[in-house]
Nanobody, 126 residues
Framework: QVQLVDSGGGLVQPGGSLRLSCAMS????????IGWFRQAPGKEREGVAC????????YHADSVKGRFSISRDKEKKMVYLQMNSLKPEDTANYSC???????????????????WGQGTQVTVSS
């Protein structure tokens, strides 16, 4: 049974940093693409960063390039999202998700992901 538990959200001032964590069970990371997605009130869910299990290819949304970084620890079955230089517009509920695929990551579309964490709230405000 695939389970994802995400954590690490909170309240941070603009310019600050947070690291989100996604703990996974029931998966072998070599066979799953893992992504971080966010949804702000009144907006559609969007892909923030995704990483392939097979070739470590990555995708980062233009809005977060240079500020956010996705990484993983296969042995611990953990995936992280390091978020630096946070802006108020980064405020959203963030979720990790898994997609059983061997394909390289070229984008980060939530409709392609089958398993989801419960979400963790990130609020960027002074």
């Amino acid at each position: 049974q695939v389970q994802l538990v995400d954590s690490g959200g909170g309240l941070v001032q603009p310019g600050g940093s947070l690291r989100l964590s996604c703990a996974m069970s029931g998966v072998h990371l070599d066979y799953y693409a893992i992504g971080w997605f966010r949804q702000a009130p009144g907006k559609e869910r969007e892909g923030v960063a995704c990483i392939s299990g097979s070739d470590s290819s990555e995708y980062h949304a233009d809005s977060v390039k240079g500020r956010f970084s996705i990484s993983r620890d296969k042995e611990k079955k953990m995936v992280y999202l390091q978020m630096n230089s946070l802006k108020p517009e980064d405020t959203a509920n963030y979720s990790c998700a898994a997609d059983l695929t061997l394909l390289p990551v070229r984008n980060c579309r939530p409709e392609e992901y089958d398993y989801w964490g419960q979400g963790t709230q990130v609020t960027v405000s002074s």
